[in-house]
């Protein structure tokens, strides 16, 4: 099975997009100032996000949401 991924910047772009539809400026500053700043650990994060998944679990629910957005 093979799974087509955007680009890095673009997924971004679109989800500065949704915050600025979505909130009030100020807390769309305060919430990405949150995330860039953070120096957290991206892989301990991604651990716990993706607990319990595989290739397989994730393509099923991408797809199911894909299949949910052209309905």
Do not use: C
């Not at 915050?19 to 301990?44: C, E, F, T």
Request: hydrophobic share 40%.
């Amino acid at each position: 099975m093979k799974i087509s991924l955007p680009n890095e910047q673009a997924i971004i772009q679109d989800a500065i997009q949704i915050l600025h539809k979505a909130m009030k400026p100020s807390q769309m500053v305060v919430l990405i100032a949150r995330w860039w700043s953070d120096g957290g650990n991206y892989l301990d994060q991604k651990e716990g996000w993706f607990a319990n998944e595989n290739i397989d679990s994730l393509a099923e629910k991408i797809k199911a949401f894909e299949q949910s957005k052209t309905n």
